[in-house]
């Protein structure tokens, strides 16, 4: 699976847009981009994923770069019940010998202020 | 409906030890995997069982680390003669009402447990 980089760490305010960015310059045509986040003490738990368009759903959007080499997870106000490690994972949808497991990086752990 | 459940929550082994770790992935699930998450690092992934077959092990680190789910359902790890390098968090994850040819796979949210943390003393 293709590496992807993002910060180590953000910070944000409370009620406020965060933007979280995820370069992934080796992107494969078949790569699904996934987010996932993991809140403290807390297995991960799935945010949202997508393949070329922009995404939106409950919890947050996806903005993806047209030529994929970079994508943006937004969470459009930002609550203390937010702060977590955030992963950006690219999921290969057409290996051969492809489980689904997940790879993990570092993630971005964001903090949120009151 | 009830999510992927572990147990125990906690395990304190003395080195050399074994040990087994339960995960009840949600209930009809066909996929289950389980990950190693060392402090301060993203999960690793350890192995995939696809119903009752075990498709792929390679993340186990050595023959001491050893996977079940005999049944399809309820999955255990066992790892054996504990090693300070064994202490982490290993979290459980089900997938997919479904069997799902390879390509599809990547499509399907994986479904974590709070994981149980093992500390080797």
């Known amino acids: 699976d293709a590496k992807t980089t993002q910060p180590n760490s953000m910070e944000s305010n409370e009620e406020e847009p965060v933007h979280l960015p995820c370069n992934h310059s080796?992107?494969?045509?078949?790569?699904?981009i996934h987010w996932y986040r993991q809140l403290p003490s807390q297995g991960p738990e799935y945010v949202i994923h997508g393949l070329t368009s922009n995404v939106n759903n409950r919890m947050a959007s996806l903005a993806i770069a047209e030529d994929r080499k970079s994508s943006t997870l937004i969470l459009h106000r930002a609550t203390l019940r937010d702060a977590a490690v955030y992963y950006c994972?690219?999921?290969?949808?057409?290996?051969?010998?492809?489980?689904?497991?997940?790879?993990f990086g570092q993630g971005t752990t964001l903090q949120v202020k009151p | 409906g009830a999510g992927v459940s572990q147990s125990p929550r906690y395990k304190v082994a003395k080195r050399g030890q074994d040990v087994a770790l339960r995960c009840d992935p949600i209930s009809g699930h066909v996929s289950l995997f389980w990950y190693q998450q060392a402090l301060g690092q993203g999960p690793e992934f350890l192995t995939y069982?696809?119903?009752?077959?075990?498709?792929?092990k390679s993340g186990l680190p050595s023959d001491r680390f050893f996977a079940e789910r005999p049944e399809g359902s309820v999955s255990t790890l066992k790892i054996q003669r504990t090693q300070q390098e064994d202490s982490a968090v290993y979290l459980c994850?089900?997938?997919?009402?479904?069997?799902?040819?390879?390509?599809?796979?990547?499509?399907?949210?994986?479904?974590f447990g709070p994981g149980t943390r093992l500390l080797v003393l």
């Open positions: 069982f696809q119903n009752e077959a075990q498709l792929d």
């Open positions: 994972i690219l999921r290969d949808g057409a290996t051969g010998s492809n489980t689904g497991k997940l790879i």
């Open positions: 080796t992107i494969s045509g078949t790569d699904y």
């Open positions: 994850a089900s997938s997919s009402r479904r069997t799902l040819r390879e390509g599809s796979r990547v499509k399907e949210t994986q479904y």
